[in-house]
């Protein structure tokens, strides 16, 4: 792919779920490259706000709100805090809203933003500007706290034996560079059959904790729901199996499929409240075989949808 873009994964496919219509009010909390909003824009005569944690991405996103005059807001910030920003935008109410989860190719291939273990860049991993970068994590934290992260995001299971490698090898000198942190992953975990460089799982692992993303999803997608009027749609498109489940349990319990906990009824022992909304995609949505020949980076997205039920 040509370095310096982001090719959206399942955009039409979402943009479909969403079904925007004129004069709706909309929400891409994962702005990234505007790939997702110029859909969106582009599908009906609609609002929509976006936002994104990144910087870059909100100054780079100015062009796009240019070319539709009026209609794209894009807000500096967290989604984890999207009521707060729209709210302070004025929206009290949405007709659907998106989110395309993780990092876009802009975030990955700049080696200066230090997600790639594939090029050496600072050890870095933020997103936005939280004040932890990965650095910090690998030269700081206790050994079975690395091990922990390890195991719970990246589901390394080899997270003792990485921890206690990068734990031996700061003690002589700390770890500056994604390069140096990858080279210390390959010397104690092996490739297996997948092919899949053994600093993956590790990586990952680094970006969730560094990002605190797993914590913001679950917030974001309980907010954005609330903000949805009779009719609207909310549509996630996730990347690994942590996202997915947090996706997946919460439109369960939205659409009666399984038990929400109540604050109430914490045992679940009452009859469950009537289901405030009903599920677009039964099993979740995998992109076509031609669009993961096309962009790798989409072999292991996966689409939900669920739409308000009338009140
Ligand atoms: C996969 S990209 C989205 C790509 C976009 N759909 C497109 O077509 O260009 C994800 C974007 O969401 C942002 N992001 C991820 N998690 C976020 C969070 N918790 N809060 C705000 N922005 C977030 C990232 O900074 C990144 O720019």
Same mark, same amino acid.
Request: aromatic residues 6%; proline residues 5%.
């Given at each position: 792919?040509?370095?310096?873009?982001?090719?959206?994964?399942?955009?039409?496919?979402?943009?479909?779920?969403?079904?925007?219509?004129?004069?709706?009010?909309?929400?891409?909390?994962?702005?990234?490259?505007?790939?997702?909003? #110029?859909?969106?824009?582009?599908?009906?005569?609609? *609002?929509? +706000?976006?936002?994104?944690?990144?910087?870059?991405?909100? =100054?780079?996103?100015?062009?796009?709100?240019?070319? +539709?005059?009026? #209609?794209?807001?894009?807000?500096?910030?967290?989604?984890?805090?999207?009521?707060?920003?729209?709210?302070?935008?004025?929206?009290? =109410?949405?007709?659907?809203?998106?989110?395309?989860?993780?990092?876009? =190719?802009?975030?990955?291939?700049?080696?200066? #933003?230090?997600?790639?273990?594939?090029?050496?860049?600072?050890?870095?991993?933020?997103?936005?500007?939280?004040?932890? *970068?990965?650095?910090?994590?690998?030269?700081?934290?206790?050994?079975?706290?690395?091990?922990?992260?390890?195991?719970?995001?990246?589901?390394?299971?080899?997270?003792?034996? %990485?921890?206690?490698?990068?734990?031996?090898? #700061?003690?002589?000198?700390? +770890?500056?560079? *994604?390069?140096?942190?990858?080279?210390?992953?390959?010397?104690?975990?092996?490739?297996?059959?997948?092919?899949?460089?053994?600093?993956?799982? =590790?990586?990952?692992?680094?970006?969730?904790?560094?990002?605190?993303?797993?914590?913001?999803?679950?917030?974001?997608?309980?907010?954005?729901?609330?903000?949805?009027?009779?009719?609207?749609?909310?549509?996630?498109?996730?990347?690994?199996?942590?996202?997915?489940?947090? %996706?997946?349990?919460?439109?369960?319990?939205?659409?009666?499929?399984?038990?929400?906990?109540?604050?109430?009824?914490?045992?679940?022992?009452?009859?469950?409240?009537?289901?405030?909304?009903?599920?677009?995609?039964? &099993?979740?949505? &995998?992109? *076509?075989?031609?669009?993961?020949?096309?962009?790798?980076?989409?072999?292991?997205?996966?689409?939900?949808?669920?739409?308000?039920?009338?009140?």
């Amino acid at each position: 792919m040509t370095p310096g873009t982001h090719i959206p994964v399942l955009r039409d496919e979402a943009v479909a779920l969403l079904a925007p219509r004129a004069d709706g009010i909309y929400l891409d909390g994962t702005f990234g490259g505007g790939g997702y909003a #110029r859909a969106i824009l582009n599908a009906a005569a609609c *609002t929509l +706000f976006a936002i994104d944690r990144d910087a870059e991405a909100v =100054s780079r996103g100015a062009a796009l709100a240019a070319e +539709f005059p009026g #209609r794209l807001q894009i807000l500096h910030g967290r989604i984890g805090d999207l009521l707060t920003l729209l709210s302070a935008a004025g929206v009290e =109410s949405l007709n659907g809203a998106v989110f395309d989860l993780g990092v876009s =190719s802009y975030q990955l291939d700049d080696p200066a #933003r230090g997600f790639s273990f594939r090029h050496d860049g600072p050890l870095d991993m933020r997103m936005g500007s939280s004040e932890t *970068t990965a650095a910090l994590l690998i030269n700081t934290l206790s050994e079975p706290e690395l091990a922990d992260i390890l195991y719970q995001f990246g589901e390394e299971k080899a997270a003792r034996r %990485v921890a206690a490698a990068i734990v031996s090898r #700061r003690a002589a000198r700390q +770890f500056a560079t *994604t390069g140096d942190l990858a080279a210390v992953i390959r010397s104690v975990v092996r490739p297996d059959k997948s092919g899949i460089d053994p600093a993956t799982r =590790s990586f990952q692992a680094l970006r969730i904790a560094v990002n605190e993303e797993l914590a913001d999803i679950a917030a974001a997608l309980e907010q954005a729901a609330a903000l949805l009027a009779p009719g609207g749609r909310l549509v996630v498109v996730s990347f690994h199996s942590l996202e997915d489940r947090i %996706v997946k349990r919460f439109f369960a319990a939205a659409s009666g499929r399984a038990p929400g906990v109540s604050r109430h009824d914490p045992a679940g022992l009452q009859t469950p409240a009537r289901p405030e909304f009903r599920l677009l995609t039964g &099993s979740p949505q &995998s992109p *076509t075989a031609a669009e993961i020949h096309a962009n790798p980076r989409a072999r292991s997205a996966r689409l939900r949808a669920m739409e308000r039920l009338a009140a």
